[in-house]
C-alpha cells in the first residue's frame, strides 16, 4: 500500500490533472456536499466535475496505506451519509443524459440533488427530474 504522496502522484501518472492529497479531495468532497445541501447554483457540467472529487477518493482508497484509510473513512462516511440525504437516487438517468456514466460501484453519480436550483435545477429539469421544492429555481 502506497502513502498519500505516492499515491497522489500515481493518481497524477494515471491522468488526474495534479497530485491531489487527501486533505484536498476530501474538502472538495465536503465544499460540494454543502453546496448540495443548500441548493447547487452553478451549472449540469460543473457539477458532473465537482462529482469527481469522490471518484478520486474512491481510486486513491484502493491504493492507500490502512493508516490513512482507517484515518479519512470516518470523514468521508460521514459526507458520503450528507449527500446521501441530499439527494434522490434516479440510477442515474438524469446525470446520463449529460454526462457519461462511470461504473455502478460509484453510487453518487446515480443521485441529483433534492433541491433544484440555479442552471443545474433547470437542466435536470429538462431531463425530466422533479425536485422537493418545484418552485426553487
Excluded at 19 to 26: G, L, N
Excluded at 72 to 79: F, G, I, K, S
Aim: aromatic share 12%; with cysteine; net charge negative.
Amino acid at each position: 500500500m502506497a502513502t498519500e504522496t505516492e499515491v497522489g502522484e500515481l493518481l497524477h501518472q494515471r491522468g488526474w490533472r495534479t497530485a491531489f492529497t487527501v486533505a484536498e479531495r476530501v474538502n472538495a468532497w465536503a465544499a460540494l456536499v454543502g453546496a448540495v445541501e443548500r441548493g447547487y447554483g452553478d451549472d449540469i457540467y460543473a457539477y458532473t466535475n465537482d462529482l469527481y472529487c469522490r471518484n478520486w477518493l474512491h481510486e486513491a482508497w484502493l491504493l492507500l496505506d490502512e493508516y490513512v484509510v482507517q484515518l479519512w473513512t470516518p470523514r468521508v462516511r460521514a459526507l458520503d451519509a450528507r449527500y446521501k440525504a441530499a439527494t434522490l437516487d434516479d440510477d442515474g438517468h438524469a446525470l446520463d443524459q449529460f454526462h457519461r456514466l462511470p461504473g455502478p460501484d460509484l453510487w453518487w453519480w446515480r443521485r441529483h440533488p433534492r433541491i433544484l436550483t440555479g442552471d443545474l435545477g433547470r437542466s435536470l429539469r429538462s431531463a425530466g427530474v422533479i425536485g422537493a421544492d418545484p418552485d426553487t429555481a
